[in-house]
Nanobody, 131 residues
Framework: QLQLVESGGGLEQPGRSLTLSCVASGFTLRMFGIGWFRQGPGKEREGVSCIASAGLSDTYIDSVKGRFTISRDDAKNTVYLQMNNLEPEDTGTYYC????????????????????????WGQGTLVTVKA
């Protein structure tokens, strides 16, 4: 069974840090790009960060650049999102997702911003940032 399980969310004060984990099972994690998405209250789901296979590249939305760091440990089947200097605007449910294989050679190894380009999703972990 293809599965992604997120953990590490919680309630934190502005300026503090959280580290989210995304553990994969049922497939070979190192072959795929993995994205982190979030959905805040009353907002649409947005891509936060993504890391390509073998860490060849990573991407971030402008609002988290310099504060969030994505990394992966394929030996542990895990992708991380280190979130520093948290802001109230970071509040939301965070999801990790696997890049979809489309038939284009090796495309699934790389990142994409469109959530529709991801085919396996975790259940999400809630992050709340408030004083």
């Amino acid at each position: 069974q293809l599965q992604l399980v997120e953990s590490g969310g919680g309630l934190e004060q502005p300026g503090r840090s959280l580290t989210l984990s995304c553990v994969a099972s049922g497939f070979t994690l190192r072959m795929f790009g993995i994205g982190w998405f979030r959905q805040g209250p009353g907002k649409e789901r947005e891509g936060v960060s993504c890391i390509a296979s073998a860490g060849l590249s990573d991407t971030y939305i402008d609002s988290v650049k310099g504060r969030f760091t994505i990394s992966r440990d394929d030996a542990k089947n895990t992708v991380y999102l280190q979130m520093n200097n948290l802001e109230p605007e970071d509040t939301g449910t965070y999801y990790c997702a696997r890049r979809r294989a489309t038939g284009v050679y090796n495309e699934h190894r790389f990142c994409a911003s469109d959530p529709g380009m991801y085919d396996v999703w975790g259940q999400g972990t809630l992050v709340t940032v408030k004083a």
